[in-house]
């Protein structure tokens, strides 16, 4: 992967590529919780019938649309054992979104998440991202008894999260999920307007000005 910035030949290609819509980094983490079947359907459209476990890490692309304004999103479905080793720092480099995901029907993918945002927080400055999305997979199906909903939201407050369901099978929330990600990425940046103005012009400078090669 590697992150550079374009160079044009004159002011009119400039504003061309400044009309593009601007692109944002999303990485989508959990442990064997359903990730990949709810971005293929968010992406096709449809619920896939055979999905295998995420080895290594898929890309996906997704224009979203929200307020008038589209955006798109670059979408890194990282498995589970990038946990180990340094894969996280190489992973989440110039990451603008997060998303933890665990499945509702196994108590021990919530573990996981715990973990995860662990992950995130050391290797992310919390500030330059969205609020982080914290996302129970599978909703159409029963949950796990052992999956303390108390626990699960004193896990929500105590870090600051937005928690959300989802389903591939149905569709629920699933374009939803990156319509909520974008819109608190959005409203990040309108606090750091307010904040800084320097910081905040570079942020969106950053949005319109980054190509991601894969």
């Known amino acids: 992967m590697r992150t550079k910035l374009r160079l044009f030949d004159t002011e009119i290609e400039l504003k061309e590529f400044r009309l593009?819509?601007?692109?944002?980094?999303?990485?989508?983490?959990g442990d064997g919780c359903g990730k990949s079947s709810l971005l293929k359907t968010l992406t096709s459209g449809k619920y896939p019938s055979n999905v295998k476990a995420t080895i290594g890490t898929d890309f996906y692309h997704q224009l979203i649309e929200l307020n008038d304004s589209k955006i798109n999103l670059h979408i890194w479905d990282?498995?589970?054992?990038?946990?180990y080793g340094n894969f996280c720092r190489v992973y989440?480099?110039?990451?603008?979104?997060?998303?933890?995901?665990?499945?509702?029907?196994?108590?021990a993918t919530f573990d996981s998440a715990i973990q995860w945002l662990e992950?995130?927080?050391?290797?992310?400055?919390?500030?330059?991202?969205?609020?982080?999305i914290l996302v129970g997979l599978k909703s159409d199906a029963a949950p796990d008894p052992e999956l303390d909903v108390e626990e699960l939201n004193h896990f929500v407050q105590d870090h600051n999260l937005c928690y959300m369901t989802a389903s591939a099978k149905t569709g629920k929330n699933v374009e939803e999920l990156?319509?909520?990600?974008?819109?608190?990425?959005?409203?990040?940046?309108?606090?750091?307007?307010?904040?800084?103005?320097d910081d905040y012009q570079a942020d969106v400078d950053a949005l319109f000005y980054r190509v991601v090669h894969y």
């Open 20 to 29: 593009q819509p601007p692109s944002l980094k999303v990485i989508f983490v």
């Open 119 to 132: 992950e995130i927080n050391q290797h992310l400055d919390r500030n330059n991202l969205g609020k982080i």
């Open 92 to 107: 989440f480099k110039e990451t603008d979104i997060a998303i933890i995901g665990f499945d509702l029907t196994r108590k």
């Open 78 to 83: 990282i498995p589970g054992v990038a946990r």
């Open 178 to 197: 990156f319509q909520q990600a974008v819109t608190l990425k959005m409203e990040s940046l309108s606090l750091k307007e307010e904040t800084s103005a």
